[in-house]
């Protein structure tokens, strides 16, 4: 008997609404839709003198080596319209005046961007600074 309750236990999410997210069947939204392959992701860069775009790593944009804070970070500071004390947070850290910073939105291409590295679609440019200024 109890291998039967067990087995119905085991198969009862099968008859719950497929919107319920439980253990042990998590329809959760999150990890269920389609996001598409084209992404907005705003962030912080440098950019040399020569022009070339480096991607800063979290703790040189928010001073914390968790991604996602470093993400949220720049977010807000576009959100509220306060990209320019953040570009200029950044340059200060980063310290070298022959270097511009720019506080970014970038349309990429997922698929494109992690099988071929390749550039953003798009690029608005919230904020742009320099060290000291």
Not at 29 to 49: E, H, K, N, Q, Y
């Amino acid at each position: 008997m109890a291998p039967l309750i067990a087995a119905a236990i085991v198969l009862s999410p099968i008859v719950h609404d497929p919107r319920h997210d439980s253990y042990p069947l998590s329809t959760y939204p999150m990890f269920a839709p389609d996001r598409g392959a084209l992404l907005t992701i705003d962030t912080v860069v440098r950019v040399d003198s020569s022009g070339v775009v480096h991607r800063l790593d979290p703790n040189t944009i928010s001073g914390t080596d968790e991604i996602v804070t470093a993400s949220v970070v720049a977010v807000k500071a576009i959100q509220r319209g306060e990209a320019d004390l953040l570009c200029r947070e950044v340059a200060d850290r980063i310290g070298d005046p022959d270097s511009t910073v720019e506080v970014r939105s970038e349309q990429v291409n997922t698929i494109d961007v992690v099988d071929h590295h390749a550039d953003p679609i798009s690029v608005t440019i919230w904020a742009e600074c320099r060290f000291g200024e």
